[in-house]
């Protein structure tokens, strides 16, 4: 039974996390009761286990998590969902967890988002990102100053991506796999 705070972190992290990609992707939401419940299980567990050091752990893996993706959230990129889900995913694993999750989840993303983009134009038509491409280039070339045009209805890129899921599988990936971390060329 040493092991059981262990076991039970894991186990809750991997329910909360999944349960919030399961209704990222069916609702392109994730609710606030689920968000603040996972913040709160990963601070009873991080404590549980390590006492207060690991309250410490989860605390400043709250912190590091909302800290890295709110700038993201403020230039419209991201949802604030997306990034209290990081904030409470850093409550669960804490920070250097934290951060290995992120660059698997990153990883994962990218796969989701070239297979939703593909889906997108092979499934419905959905144009290629090319054109606005060109005309942000023009801009650049005209002005000498970038700009960026947000994706236009019917193009592959307008695709929304729930991104709770990769979310929940980097995380899945650092929590089930302790080697994990010798994949990526750091």
Do not use: C
Not at 152 to 173: D, I, K, S, W, Y
């Amino acid at each position: 039974m040493d092991n059981l705070p262990a076991v039970v972190a894991v186990g809750g992290t991997l329910a909360l996390l999944w349960a919030a990609a399961w209704v990222d992707f069916r609702t392109f939401r994730i609710p606030n009761a689920l968000v603040l419940s996972s913040a709160a299980f990963g601070l009873f567990a991080q404590t549980w286990g390590g006492g207060l050091d690991g309250a410490w752990q989860a605390l400043v893996g709250l912190a590091l998590g909302l800290a890295l993706l709110f700038p993201v959230y403020l230039i419209g990129h991201m949802g604030a969902g997306d990034v209290k889900l990081v904030g409470a995913a850093g409550a669960l694993l804490g920070p250097g967890s934290l951060l290995l999750a992120l660059l698997f989840a990153v990883l994962a993303a990218g796969v989701m988002g070239a297979a939703y983009a593909l889906g997108a134009w092979r499934g419905r038509g959905a144009t290629g990102p090319w054109r606005r491409y060109g005309r942000m280039l023009q801009f650049v070339w005209v002005t000498g100053r970038p700009s960026y045009l947000a994706p236009e209805v019917g193009e592959a890129m307008a695709e929304r991506l729930p991104l709770a899921v990769p979310m929940a599988v980097g995380a899945t990936v650092v929590l089930l796999w302790p080697d994990a971390a010798q994949l990526l060329p750091l």
